[in-house]
């Protein structure tokens, strides 16, 4: 039997490697954590995970030079799946911390949930598929997924939202631009529609390896 691919699952120092490395694991498929951008370039399916803060966040991407690496997966069209606050930082700007610039790959502003609301946004919520997606393959409309964040992204191009969430208000909870995957919420702490997410994209990366 071949082997399936190896996945590239980028190290800035964020927490939470260890979950999406059994995840994808658990898939079937090899994983290497990184923070060697050669790594990452050479990998077939690229993960971007997200914890904490978007400066920090962005201050780690540069320090290991991720920052470029991601824009460059982007350039070329690579397939990347982003998570949490991996979503949030590919775009323009973010008003976390009084505001912060991101990476820029899709044009857009990271807001503050509304006020009044219990922040952060912590557990499970429906995610409303708005188009249709191979990543959503076996996976039903109005699915939970389990989120813990303040933020939230606003895409410019809304042709990108390809599902949405409501908490204080209708927010994209699921973006796919070309290959690029990128979901507010985290599917390795969302059960098995949670692994079949990562299946879905890892599948559709690498040819159905």
Same mark, same amino acid.
């Given at each position: 039997?071949?082997?399936?691919? *190896?996945?590239?699952?980028?190290?800035? $120092?964020?927490?939470? =490697?260890?979950? #999406?490395?059994?995840? +994808?694991? &658990? %898939?079937?498929?090899?994983?290497?954590?990184?923070?060697?951008?050669?790594?990452?370039?050479?990998?077939?399916?690229?993960?971007?995970?997200?914890?904490?803060?978007?400066?920090?966040?962005?201050?780690?991407?540069?320090?290991?030079?991720?920052?470029?690496?991601?824009?460059?997966?982007?350039?070329?069209?690579?397939?990347?799946?982003?998570?949490?606050?991996?979503?949030?930082?590919?775009? *323009?700007?973010?008003?976390?911390?009084? $505001?912060?610039?991101? =990476?820029?790959? #899709?044009?857009?502003? +990271?807001? &503050? %949930?509304?006020?009044?609301?219990?922040?952060?946004?912590?557990?499970?919520?429906?995610?409303?598929?708005?188009?249709?997606?191979?990543?959503?393959?076996?996976?039903?409309?109005?699915?939970?997924?389990?989120?813990?964040?303040?933020?939230?992204?606003?895409?410019?191009?809304?042709?990108?939202?390809?599902?949405?969430?409501?908490?204080?208000?209708?927010?994209?909870?699921?973006?796919?631009?070309?290959?690029?995957?990128?979901?507010?919420?985290?599917?390795?702490?969302?059960?098995?529609?949670?692994?079949?997410?990562?299946?879905?994209?890892?599948?559709?990366?690498?040819?159905?390896?």
């Amino acid at each position: 039997m071949k082997a399936k691919a *190896t996945v590239a699952i980028i190290d800035y $120092g964020a927490g939470n =490697l260890r979950s #999406v490395a059994n995840a +994808v694991t &658990r %898939l079937g498929y090899q994983s290497v954590v990184t923070d060697k951008p050669a790594e990452v370039l050479r990998a077939p399916a690229v993960i971007l995970p997200g914890v904490g803060a978007a400066a920090d966040t962005m201050t780690g991407l540069v320090r290991t030079e991720m920052a470029e690496t991601v824009r460059r997966l982007m350039e070329d069209d690579r397939p990347l799946f982003a998570v949490c606050v991996g979503l949030q930082i590919l775009l *323009t700007t973010t008003e976390e911390g009084g $505001g912060y610039e991101c =990476l820029g790959v #899709v044009p857009g502003i +990271v807001r &503050r %949930l509304p006020d009044g609301l219990k922040i952060p946004h912590m557990g499970w919520n429906q995610v409303t598929q708005r188009r249709k997606q191979t990543l959503f393959k076996g996976i039903p409309d109005k699915t939970n997924f389990y989120f813990v964040h303040s933020y939230y992204a606003d895409p410019e191009d809304k042709s990108v939202v390809a599902a949405t969430t409501d908490y204080g208000l209708p927010w994209c909870s699921v973006l796919v631009k070309g290959n690029l995957v990128a979901t507010q919420f985290h599917p390795e702490k969302s059960g098995t529609l949670g692994l079949k997410m990562y299946e879905n994209f890892l599948k559709m990366a690498t040819g159905g390896e």
